[in-house]
């Protein structure tokens, strides 16, 4: 790896929300993005996922904390049910969460 590329690898992290580093945000962040970007509901997160329950329900509240995804009561065949989307500010994240995933993937493959 190039020191120019380690470094900027390096600084890349520091523009990230160390809070949304961890295999689950990540993944239900990108679901939204990539996947479901009109919404999805919490049972089809935990399908897709295969997350345990109590940690995805932690894990979307602490996301919508942040403001990375909201959530919103809709009726669906008389029931009412919790619809996800990502938020602007999740779509932001996301894309420099991408960006430097790319970054380590070139450099890695830079090396090989």
């Known amino acids: 790896m190039r020191k120019d590329n380690f470094l900027e690898i390096i600084h890349g992290a520091y523009e990230l929300n160390s ?53 919103q009561m809709t009726r669906f065949e008389s029931k009412e049910i919790k619809m996800y989307t990502i938020t602007k500010s999740g779509l932001d994240e ?12 070139q450099c890695n493959e830079e090396e090989q």
């Open 19 to 71: 809070q949304i580093i961890s295999l689950i945000r990540i993944m239900i962040l990108w679901a939204l993005y990539d996947v479901a970007p009109d919404g999805v509901t919490a049972r089809q997160l935990k399908g897709a996922l295969q997350a345990h329950e109590g940690s995805l329900y932690s894990n979307l509240d602490a996301l919508e904390e942040m403001g990375y995804i909201h959530s």
């Open 94 to 105: 996301w894309k420099k969460m991408s960006k430097w995933f790319q970054l380590i993937t």
